[in-house]
């Protein structure tokens, strides 16, 4: 039981390029959530998805395109990747709205 | 909106306490509480729902006061373990929240021995 795992640890963009993380959970939990940490700011949710096939807009969703297409898996993309997304990316989930949130081990994503 | 947390630093000595606030402006349905350790994942504490009893386990215990939309974080007889940036995350009430959480900024304690 591996929990929420999250490929890959670390990654360095140059501007413009793209790159897709994945976040994967093994614990059949139906809300999956994307989560961008920088310094003095705390956590701000990006993206979220409450099961299979369904995805929504959350706090700071501008640059960021995600996809559940398997209930197991939560995809987050950056087409087009911008030195203000530099940051720690972290990838939760839960059973249910109100539940406890299991985060992954996080990315950590520099833009130059 | 972000809650707000405070005090934003405390410093402690093995066994002394500490209470960590977290207000927020908008009504709340439900409270989180998490530690994160230095270059790790948040860890989750305890959850505080709306109507619900305070929560607690081992020495580290918080309240959720609807009425002024505040929780607070009570840890007592502080271990070195207990270091690291505690964060609230706020649901709010008022339609189907979706487990979407606000975090706020984050409390860093540091014990000492």
């Known amino acids: 039981n591996a929990g929420v795992t999250q490929t890959p640890k670390f990654r360095v963009l140059k501007t413009g390029q793209s790159m897709t993380l994945l976040c994967a959970q093994d614990m059949n939990h139906e809300y999956m959530y994307w989560y961008r940490q920088d310094p003095g700011m705390g956590l701000r949710l990006i993206h979220y998805s409450v099961g299979e096939g369904t995805t929504a807009k959350g706090e700071v969703p501008d640059g960021y395109n995600v996809s559940r297409l398997k209930k197991q898996n939560f995809l987050l993309g950056l087409e087009s990747a911008a030195p203000s997304q530099t940051s720690v990316y972290f990838c939760?989930?839960?059973?249910?709205?109100?539940?406890?949130?299991?985060f992954g081990p996080g990315t950590r994503l520099t833009v130059t | 909106q972000q809650p707000v947390q405070s005090p934003q630093a405390v410093i402690l000595r093995e066994g002394e306490d500490a209470v960590i606030n977290c207000s927020s402006s908008?009504?709340?349905?439900?409270v989180h509480w998490y530690r994160q350790k230095h270059g790790e994942a948040p860890v989750f504490l305890m959850i505080?729902?709306?109507?619900?009893e305070q929560k607690g386990h081992d020495k580290i215990s918080a309240s959720f006061n609807e009425k002024k939309q505040q929780s607070s974080l009570y840890l007592t007889a502080s271990q070195l373990s207990y270091s690291g940036t505690y964060f609230c995350?706020?649901?709010?009430?008022?339609?189907?929240?979706?487990?979407?959480?606000?975090f706020g900024q984050g409390t860093i304690l540091t014990v000492h021995p």
């Open positions: 939760a989930s839960s059973y249910q709205q109100s539940y406890e949130q299991y």
């Open positions: 908008k009504a709340l349905y439900s």
């Open positions: 995350g706020t649901e709010y009430s008022g339609g189907t929240s979706y487990g979407k959480l606000t």
């Open positions: 505080l729902l709306k109507g619900g």
